[in-house]
Structure formats: C-alpha cells, structure tokens
C-alpha cells in the first residue's frame, strides 16, 4: 500500500479533518495520520539492503543496520 492510495495531503489540508480512509479512525494531525498508516495499515515499509528486516519507521532501519555492522 502506498500513501497515495489512500492519502491525499492536498484535500486534508482544506478539510483539516485527519481520517483514515481504510478504517475511518480520526486523528488530530497530519504526522499522526502518517504514522497510523505505516503501523495498522503498512503503508510505505522502509527495507533494511542487508537482510529482509523492513520498519514503518526510517530511522528504526539505520539503527537497525548500525547495530548489526
């Protein structure tokens, strides 16, 4: 699943109401919205290129990698 798929920034800001379109949870911004994507519904998964290991998070792959250099 990708962000723009269920995700349309533009129309959010007009609205500024934050709702899941997949499950139709409201959330109070933006950046929540993102985050409730990546962790219930795995939108936008960031892989680690050693191993199969993936996080909804950016930062949780390079400490990841860090730790297992």
């Keep these: ?3 723009t798929d269920v995700l349309d920034e533009k129309e959010l800001e007009k609205s ?3 709702r899941c379109r997949v499950c139709k949870e409201r959330l109070k911004s933006l950046t929540q919205l993102r985050d ?3 962790s219930k519904h795995k939108a936008e998964r960031f892989a680690c290129q050693m191993c199969t290991d993936s996080s909804d998070r ?3 792959v390079f400490r990841h990698i860090e ?3």
Aim: avoid cysteine; aromatic fraction near 14%.
């Design 1 to 3: 699943m990708n962000f």
């Design 16 to 18: 500024r109401e934050y």
């Design 36 to 38: 409730h994507l990546r």
């Design 58 to 60: 950016k930062g949780n």
């Design 67 to 69: 730790t297992t250099l």
